[in-house]
């Protein structure tokens, strides 16, 4: 096996051997539901989709993923498994990215677990099968951007609290960037390229086209692009700062 | 073969390590001593490919270690300072995760994890988690997967640290077992190390060679080299004595033991056979009579202290 899937094993089961994992996917079950059927008004549409489900899930991940993403570098530098880890013989790509993908496939995982609602609305109705899927993709992805984002937090400093607080704050940026509130609190002479730049940089301009159905490649592409951007920073980042 | 070419280290105005030069051959035991914040940790950390060199080249056995990363550091075993290990794994999770990413696999992967643990006698806890062991098992887990590969190149800071006496001179045999056809670096503090395991020491102060070469050349530098110590029974004048003999260069009494004395040698001859003649005709009323190897700890204080006073 290789030393990136060598690495992505071990933090993968390394979530599954503390509580946090479990607690983790539990929490994120738990306020799932509540966000879906009391304020999202699941049954009260009267619609078979799932439109209340994923218009959620950045509100959530804002305040979930981060928590996984927090102790991603922090934790190693804090207790300097970093020196033991990069004087082995691996990448540091391979290291950045096994780690990354251990930490997204634990939101996979807990997003996989959601699946009795995906049940329930077909028992209940006809839905579109193909835009919940779409949909489902979509949000994984940008899941995978919140912890891209953390990661990079997370080796800018030894104390996973700082690391947190600096993602969550980063990532309300990029979620309310495309939203119509902050778009339109721009001056009338701000030409309409910078807004439109703006509001491309957002992750709601792309989840929302997504969660509704209309599975652009391009969507995904900027999510792809998001994450591979911020990874390639924490290896920066990392290559900076392992020295204190 | 290791070999270390004007290798320097700075941290933004702060010279860690500065133009330091040397080889170390396959057999050698080299120890690595120096006064904290001398430079040693750093100069390791570069040596083992963590941090990139400001300036001049590390080469193993012919691998440049900026050049071509992954191929030195198969070669070197290394124990961070503090064996830092993931503590929610257990002690045999932790050494089959090391194996896989040293290549190991199957059978292979297995008789090289239950090799180590009996090597550094982890048996009794294998099945624990590392956070819960003691500092000394701690320790012994990092050793062990330093070791695991059978590295041609041991790099081992400070690893006796932390443990007891027992635990210590495991260590030393152990350290001393495996370098037969290794190069093995260690750091430490602690001289007498150095004299237990060692074939080579390089004492660093502000990151350069203050001196270089085997224990007992180090040792010879020492003001107490052929010094020879007696101690009496009753009050003597030894001084009057010793006086204008040749290759004598003064008594000195010792601090903290009334009645013993060091007679210090210039150097230019050993003085225990003139010594001890004169020892006998003057009936010194003597208890104690030895030769003293001279002390590294005083060597060390020695060098050490020039270098920081050429510093200020």
């Known amino acids: 096996m290789s030393s990136l899937g060598i690495i992505f094993k071990r933090e993968l089961f390394s979530y599954f051997a503390t509580p946090l994992a ?12 509540i966000f879906t059927f009391d304020l999202g008004g699941f049954y009260a549409r009267g619609q078979a989709d799932l439109l209340p489900f994923f218009s959620f899930h950045p509100w959530l991940y804002l305040f979930m993923v981060p928590a996984i993403a927090m102790t991603l570098w922090a934790d190693e530098r804090k207790t ?36 009795p609602i995906w ?108 994450i591979g951007a911020w990874l390639l920073a924490s290896a920066i980042v990392i290559e900076m700062k392992k020295a204190n | 073969m290791i070999e270390i070419k004007n290798l320097s280290k700075k941290f933004d105005q702060f010279t860690a390590v500065d133009d330091l030069s040397f ?49 030195a550091k198969r070669l070197i075993g290394y124990l961070p300072e503090g064996a830092p290990s993931y503590a929610d794994m257990t002690t045999s999770e932790f050494l089959n995760f090391i194996g896989k990413v040293r290549g190991f696999s199957g059978q292979e992967l297995q008789q090289r994890v239950a090799h180590v643990i009996k090597e550094v ?25 330093a070791i695991i590969h059978d590295p041609k190149v041991l790099i081992l800071d400070e690893p006796t640290d932390g443990l007891d006496p027992n635990q210590k001179h495991h260590v030393r ?76 260069a003064g008594v000195e009494a010792e601090a903290d033991q009334q009645l013993s004395f060091t007679i210090l040698a210039d150097g230019s001859e050993p003085i225990f056979a003139r010594v001890s003649e004169l020892a006998q005709s003057k009936h010194w009323p003597i208890e104690e009579f030895h030769v003293q190897r001279g002390q590294l700890e005083d060597v060390f204080r020695h060098v050490t202290a020039k270098e920081a006073m050429r510093d200020e």
């Open chain 2, 23 to 71: 080889n170390v051959a396959e057999g050698e035991v080299l120890g690595f001593l120096g006064p904290n914040g001398a430079g040693k940790s750093t100069t390791m950390k570069v040596i083992t490919g963590f941090l990139a060199p400001t300036s001049g080249s590390v080469t193993v056995d012919g691998h440049n270690i900026a050049q071509s990363p992954i191929d």
């Open chain 1, 119 to 226: 049940i329930t609305v077909n028992y209940l109705g006809d839905p579109d099968n193909g835009v919940i899927f779409a949909a489902y993709l979509g949000s994984w992805f940008m899941a995978g951007s919140f912890l891209a984002i953390g990661s990079c937090m997370s080796a800018c400093t030894k104390n996973s609290v700082i690391a947190f607080i600096l993602t969550v704050a980063i990532c309300f940026l990029f979620v309310i960037m495309g939203s119509p509130i902050l778009l339109n609190a721009f001056p009338a002479w701000v030409p309409q390229i910078v807004v439109d730049a703006f509001s491309a940089l957002g992750f709601l301009t792309h989840f929302d086209a997504i969660a509704k159905g209309v599975l652009d490649i391009r969507d995904l592409l900027f999510f792809t692009v998001f």
């Open chain 1, 80 to 115: 300097g498994t970093i020196e033991l880890l990069l004087t082995l013989p691996v990448r540091l790509s391979e290291a950045v990215l096994g780690k990354f993908l251990a930490a997204w496939v634990l939101t996979g995982i807990a997003l996989l677990l959601t699946f």
């Open chain 2, 121 to 145: 006698e982890l048996e009794s806890v294998a099945q624990q988690t590392i956070e819960t062991l003691s500092k000394g098992f701690k320790r012994r887990v990092g050793l062990a997967q």
């Open chain 2, 173 to 248: 045999e152990l350290i001393k077992n495996l370098a037969r056809d290794k190069i093995v670096i260690i750091s430490t503090h602690i001289l007498e190390e150095v004299t237990a395991v060692c074939t080579r020491a390089i004492i660093i102060s502000s990151g350069r060679i203050v001196a270089d070469g085997t224990p007992a050349e180090l040792e010879s530098k020492s003001r107490y080299h052929q010094a020879v110590r007696v101690s009496l029974s009753e009050q003597y004048d030894l001084q009057a004595d010793l006086s204008g003999v040749p290759g004598v």
């Open chain 1, 22 to 33: 479990y607690i983790f996917i539990v929490i994120f079950l738990i306020t799932n539901g």
